[in-house]
């Protein structure tokens, strides 16, 4: 794309997740003309998450007692994802963590909630609707499953896979 793009992220309590409040295209210099086509292939959402998984950070519990770390949240995604045989409080404990991680990177919460846990999105759904009713998680909201970003949270840049598919789901960087 010749030029510059330009995205301010706020949070929309309405929504209660992250929206994009402005976006532009600034062309490179004389002689480009921003085009309808241009500006369709502007991606705000990609560009959105993209970002936030470069600066969110997640306050994790630290070595000793009453220490917290802070950590990038790809890194915190990454070692939920490694963890193995979690009882189920364990399970639901991660996935209200996940699921709200989720909503602060703009990421579809119930598709990510899944592919960290390696759960189905119906088990992801199932876990965040008793989170929810069990009051521990009230902000969760089950909404159709939307579409999420061709980024994948724990390598951005590189292609993201299906795992079942085994389909590539990349988007250009």
């Known amino acids: 794309m010749p030029g510059t793009i330009t995205v301010r992220v706020e949070w929309d309590a309405a929504l209660?997740?992250?929206?994009?409040?402005?976006?532009a295209l600034e062309r490179e210099g004389e002689g480009v003309d921003i085009t309808s086509q241009m500006l369709r292939e502007v991606r705000t959402h990609w560009i959105m998450t993209r970002s936030a998984l470069e600066v969110v950070t997640v306050d994790v519990i630290g070595e000793g007692v009453g220490d917290r770390d802070r950590i990038p949240v790809r890194e915190f995604l990454s070692r939920v994802q490694a963890e193995e045989g979690r009882e189920q409080l364990e399970s639901l404990y991660a996935a209200i963590a996940v699921y709200r991680v989720a909503t602060a990177i703009s990421y579809p919460p119930l598709k990510l909630v899944s592919d960290t846990l390696k759960i189905s999105q119906s088990t992801a759904t199932r876990l965040m609707t008793r989170a929810r009713d069990a009051g521990l998680a009230p902000e969760v909201r089950i909404q159709e499953p939307r579409q999420a970003p061709a980024v994948d949270p724990y390598n951005p840049g590189r292609p993201l896979w299906t795992g079942l598919y085994e389909t590539p789901l990349s988007a250009p960087v």
Do not use: M, W
């Open 16 to 23: 209660g997740r992250t929206a994009v409040a402005f976006a």
